[in-house]
């Protein structure tokens, strides 16, 4: 199974595995990018990239363990999201595991989210107001739910796609 957050690499001498990763580009525009609650929140002045992705081919685990969701966009930054599972996300309002609002492109490849919430809309990802595309391929929700869009909900943003996403057991009340 792969790592939860950054890995540690290898022995002086020897290659370790890489690890995990979480870059953002250019980060000298960042006005503040912060764990807080559990999540990480990224407020950008300007265009950047968040680029999250695991080493290992089982991807890495984000827990929520119920109390918060793992990501909070804001601000004209992308997304970039590859071999990543996000369990036991939870958010009162918007995205029990991913929160993107008035951002970038948004890409997620071989992601999944399972028994994530959110007491509103977008049980697992809420995207608004984005200036770009959202590209889902390989993405499955398991088990999640929300008063509106019980896996996913977007809303005033770019083109959508969903190549090979995978919806089992996710509900909404509306």
């Known amino acids: 199974a792969g790592q939860t957050g950054a890995g540690t ?11 995990d990763v979480v ?3 250019p980060s000298s525009k960042a006005r503040s ?34 109390l918060s969701s793992m990501f909070d966009i804001k601000g004209g930054c992308s997304l970039s999201l ?7 996300g939870r958010s009162e309002r918007y995205g029990g595991a991913v929160k993107v ?4 492109n948004i890409a997620m490849q071989d ?6 919430e959110s ?3 977008g049980g697992a990802v809420y995207v608004r107001k984005t200036r770009g595309d959202i590209s889902l391929v390989g993405v499955t929700f398991r088990s999640c739910k929300a008063r509106q869009g019980g896996a996913v909900l977007v809303l005033e943003s770019g083109a959508t796609s969903m190549d090979g996403a995978t919806f089992i057991a996710c509900t909404a009340d509306l």
């Open 101 to 104: 609002y008035n951002a970038g």
């Open 33 to 66: 990018m912060k764990w807080s609650e559990g999540r990480l929140v990224v407020l950008y002045a300007g265009p950047c990239t968040l680029l999250a992705r695991s080493a290992t081919r089982e991807g890495a685990t984000l827990d929520g363990e119920k």
């Open 111 to 116: 992601v999944s989210f399972t028994d994530c």
């Open 82 to 88: 590859y071999a990543l599972r996000f369990v036991n």
């Open 9 to 19: 690499g290898g022995t002086a001498g020897t290659a370790g595995p890489e690890p």
């Open 23 to 25: 870059e953002v580009e």
């Open 119 to 121: 007491g509103m809309y």
